[in-house]
């Protein structure tokens, strides 16, 4: 399979040149955005829909960082690696962990609320991975839209005005990133709110374009998360980096027959339910993680995720329970309102009654090989966020953890780009490059059922090999991309990429499960490499882990 350096468009209608251009306006796209303003660096804020529509916003869980005297950095450091199953840089892991605190002190200062105990003290929280209670949660389970709501204000003073630094352009949507005769990363090509395409030359661009989810049939992602910001980079030569690592959340409703609302999505139970005491539960209604891991119910992410969907096959049911009719309504509506209105709203009342649920896609664990200030291997692109593999991850995200990533990440890239100014310019000129077809919308629905039944929670040999093989077949449609055929082109491109990276790692470690190959292997302590040739054929690389992993291999 070719795939394509580029894709076809119409002439632009347009073009402008600025500083730097964000892609993506959730949490790291915000940080940096703010960090740009303040020093007065032009900058273009690239959102495909309202700048509110993120995974950011849609956040449940919280924000991961040390604030206890009962915690300390080494314990939320050890956590990170456990969870990571041994392919996180323990240096940026060190360094996440270290800079966590004053980021979110940061958003405080803008405003940002978080709950609080009576005493005026930081309300603690506990979910699955962490050994202590650190997560700091926003309106009980709304944690994403008040980091939202803050930065979003923030911005905003920057986009408003007659003369404002920062530009908005919002229901616009990345088509390829643009690259020079040098072969940098000189700005983007977008189709905008009016289905024109246009361009945006700059000395810099920054993609915060969020995860994959909508790879899949059930998941927690927007609909905006169709791996735009991840295509675009690889298509344009950048290195991409583990993307086998998909972690799948354990707990997403299973909305009852009739119950579905229009343009539903799927809802996420989040994991502070269990933090809090809920039980997972098969249908007969046995423990599911009992005997299976110490922390039981508040094992990792990709533990728990597995151990349903084992106890799913072997049971021959499509889903589990999550009982939290102990917690009585008042705490119900204390801790989780937004949870319990999106359940009831649906036809389930978890007051009274276990909550169905089962495995979804969640969260892309690799990305654009990045380092945490959003440096790529591609000049002039950085990334942060959900789109960037940077190592923090591993092979298993440690709860609420990405918030902040995103957060620090975000910060960073915007710093570094400030102290840049000087060099930055508005871009040099794009030069084309190797040019593709688009697939035909029709394939976005079975892309969606394949990759549901062949690289889901768990994967095998075989069935990698037939989604491949059916992926290579969908068909093309002539002519310039439009919204409809960009979705389906990205959403198979990607999914040859995780089908390829998952068939090629021949074991089973953290949110990677192959059922033929069902146990870590310490030969495959390193992260695999995904670039295009010449050609556009997949180079498949590796990168050995270079810090020592002993204590956290298999």
């Known amino acids: 399979m070719r795939i394509a350096a580029e894709l076809p468009t119409t002439a632009p209608a347009w073009r402008r040149r600025t500083a730097v251009v964000v892609v993506g306006s959730g949490a790291a796209g915000l940080a940096a955005s703010a960090r740009l303003a303040a020093a007065g660096i032009p ?55 270290d800079q966590a605190p004053a980021a979110i002190r940061r958003l405080i200062a803008l405003g940002a609320q978080f709950d609080r105990t009576p005493d005026g003290a930081l309300d603690l929280h506990l979910e699955g991975g962490h050994h202590a209670r650190r997560i700091l949660h926003a309106g009980g389970d709304s944690s994403g839209a008040e980091v939202e709501r803050a930065l979003v204000a923030t911005v905003a003073a920057a986009w408003s005005g007659p003369d404002p630094v920062v530009r908005l ?63 675009a980079a690889l298509r344009a030569g950048a290195v991409l980096r583990d993307l086998e690592f998909v972690q799948f959340h354990p707990t997403l409703l299973v909305v009852p027959p009739g119950h579905g609302r229009p343009g539903d999505r799927g809802v996420l139970v989040s994991e502070a339910v269990r933090g809090e005491g809920a039980r997972l539960l098969d249908l007969a209604g046995n423990p599911v993680m009992e005997g299976i891991h110490p922390l039981g119910d508040l094992a990792p992410r990709d533990v728990v995720a597995a151990a349903m969907q084992a106890r799913m096959a072997s049971t021959g049911s499509d889903g589990c329970l999550l009982d939290a009719t102990g917690f009585g309504e008042r705490r119900w509506r204390d801790h989780f309102p937004a949870i319990l209105a999106m359940c009831r709203e649906r036809g389930v009342d978890p007051v009274n009654e276990p909550i169905p649920v089962r495995p979804g896609a969640h969260y892309l664990c690799g990305g654009v090989a990045a380092d945490l200030d959003g440096r790529t291997s591609l000049p002039g692109l950085y990334a942060v966020g959900e789109v960037a593999g940077t190592g923090v991850q591993g ?69 990698l090999a037939r989604a491949l093989s ?81 204590e956290y291999a298999a």
């Not at 146990?519 to 020592?548: K, V």
């Open 169 to 231: 352009s919002t229901g616009t949507r990345l088509v390829d990133l643009l690259t020079d005769a040098a072969g940098a990363c000189c700005g983007v090509r977008v189709l905008d709110a009016d289905g024109r395409v246009g361009e945006l030359l700059a000395g810099a661009v920054v993609l915060a374009a969020g995860g994959v989810g909508q790879a899949w049939g059930l998941t927690t992602n927007p609909a905006v998360a169709t791996g735009d910001g991840l295509v």
């Open 470 to 550: 059916a992926l290579r077949r969908l068909p093309t449609r002539p002519g310039p991309v439009d919204d409809q055929s960009l979705t389906a082109t990205n959403l198979q491109v990607l999914a040859t990429l995780v089908a390829t990276a998952a068939l090629r790692r021949t074991e089973s470690r953290g949110c990677h499960r192959r059922a033929d190959h069902p146990e870590p292997d310490a030969r495959w302590l390193g992260r695999s490499t995904l670039s295009l040739d010449a050609d556009g054929s997949l180079a498949i690389g590796w990168e050995p882990i270079t810090t020592d992993l002993k």
């Open 43 to 97: 900058t273009e804020l690239v959102t495909r829909a309202a700048v509110t529509d993120s995974a950011t916003a849609w956040a449940q869980g919280g924000l991961a960082a040390v604030w206890s005297v009962d915690d300390n950095p080494e314990l939320h450091l050890s956590d990170t690696l456990t969870a990571g199953a041994g392919l996180c840089d323990p240096r940026a892991v060190a360094e996440l962990v």
């Open 395 to 463: 092979a298993n995200r440690l709860a609420s953890n990405s918030v902040t990533e995103a957060l620090v990440a975000g910060d960073r890239v915007g710093r570094l780009l400030v102290g840049d100014r000087f060099a930055l310019g508005t871009g040099s000129t794009p030069v084309p490059r190797r040019q593709g077809v688009a697939m035909s919308p029709a394939t976005t629905a079975p892309l969606r059922r394949l990759m549901d039944t062949e690289v889901g929670v768990r994967r095998s040999g075989p069935g």
